[in-house]
T-cell receptor, first 115, second 111 residues
Framework: DTGVSQDPRHKITKRGQNVTFRCDPI?????LYWYRQTLGQGPEFLTY????????KSRLLSDRFSAERPKGSFSTLEIQRTEQGDSAMYLC?????????????FGPGTRLLVL | GEDVEQSLFLSVREGDSSVINCTYT??????LYWYKQEPGAGLQLLTY?????DMKQDQRLTVLLNKKDKHLSLRIADTQTGDSAIYFC???????????FGQGTELSVKP
């Protein structure tokens, strides 16, 4: 399967714990996006990378959130000191950004539940 | 401002056409997208339209764009039970390409 993959698919954690999610984009896609989706809502943009560079971060991305894409391939999203309000589906998407039309392909998501 | 709005629910009978509507606020959006999400799954791109187009047809899907009114619609012809899902419209910002999504329209297709 050459689509976007995410790991783990599900994560249950206790409040205050740290969690890390991984996203593997489609090979050679230069852009990678993270979104968060809560129940009954559309995805909300969190941050994106072009190659290794993190170019934009949403106001939603508090200091407890950090994302990296060290070699311009896979990316990790870490949440420190999780809170119940962090419970959501975390979606990753990748694209080949050329400045014109670009299609973002989404992974299956990581569903986080904070108890 | 960033705002995309959709009606929350639509129910149709199998074989009928479905029309899902969306309004957006950013007149500088260059591309508008329709995604489909089935329960527990990620988003699947259905189609997109460039902002200088009025209409795009792709098999059973027809997208209409009224740029003056900032209104986008997705028509699904001959709707099947397998089309039951949540449909999201999204606008793409010029800078960086992030997508701004509506809250989704849940389409229910009854046999």
């Amino acid at each position: 399967d050459t689509g976007v993959s995410q790991d783990p698919r599900h994560k249950i954690t206790k409040r205050g714990q740290n969690v890390t999610f991984r996203c593997d984009p489609i090979s050679e896609h230069n852009r990678l996006y993270w979104y968060r989706q809560t129940l009954g809502q559309g995805p909300e943009f969190l941050t994106y990378f072009q190659n290794e560079a993190q170019l934009e971060k949403s106001r939603l991305l508090s200091d407890r959130f950090s994302a990296e894409r060290p070699k311009g391939s896979f990316s990790t999203l870490e949440i420190q000191r999780t809170e119940q309000g962090d419970s959501a589906m975390y979606l990753c998407a990748s694209s080949q950004g050329t400045g014109g039309q670009e299609t973002q392909y989404f992974g299956p998501g990581t569903r986080l539940l904070v108890l | 401002g960033e705002d995309v709005e959709q009606s929350l629910f639509l129910s149709v009978r199998e074989g009928d056409s479905s029309v899902i509507n969306c309004t957006y606020t950013d007149s500088s959006s260059t591309y508008l997208y329709w995604y489909k999400q089935e329960p527990g799954a990620g988003l699947q791109l259905l189609t997109y339209i460039f902002s200088n187009m009025d209409m795009k047809q792709d098999q059973r899907l027809t997208v209409l764009l009224n740029k003056k009114d900032k209104h986008l619609s997705l028509r699904i012809a001959d709707t099947q039970t397998g089309d039951s899902a949540i449909y999201f419209c999204a606008e793409r910002y010029n800078q960086g390409g992030k997508l701004i999504f509506g809250q989704g329209t849940e389409l229910s297709v009854k046999p």
